[in-house]
């Protein structure tokens, strides 16, 4: 079970850091990946930890987002700054290998004045 937190409203410029703690699997197995639905968008990836710990970032969130694990936590994070009003969105994380996909519930960003 994933599940995401860490969401609210912001004002733009401002920061927020997602936590998504992972119970039931061991994190340590898993790529990662933070995904993220706008207002009538489709699902697109922000951000992800290979399974080989290569670390990608979505043009848009590209130099003001930061993708991490604790493995002893179990617990995956996206720190993200600058937020601005495209950044509205649910975010959801996700654990996958071999075939097996995980997706917590997703929590809400607001950026808005």
């Known amino acids: 079970q994933l599940q995401a937190s860490g969401g609210g409203s912001v004002q733009p410029g401002g920061s927020l850091r997602l936590s998504c703690e992972v119970s039931?699997?061991?994190?340590?197995?898993?790529?990662i990946a933070w995904y993220r639905q706008g207002p009538g968008k489709e699902r697109e990836g922000v951000s992800c930890?290979?399974?080989?710990?290569?670390?990608n970032y979505a043009d848009s969130v590209k130099g003001r987002s930061t993708i991490s694990r604790d493995n002893a936590k179990n617990t995956m994070y996206l720190q993200m700054n600058s937020l601005n009003p495209e950044d509205t969105a649910v975010y959801y994380c996700?654990?996958?290998?071999?075939?097996?996909?995980?997706w917590g519930r997703g929590t809400q960003v607001t950026v808005s004045s």
């Open positions: 996700n654990a996958a290998s071999n075939g097996m996909d995980y």
């Open positions: 039931g699997l061991s994190l340590r197995y898993y790529a």
């Open positions: 930890i290979t399974s080989g710990g290569r670390k």
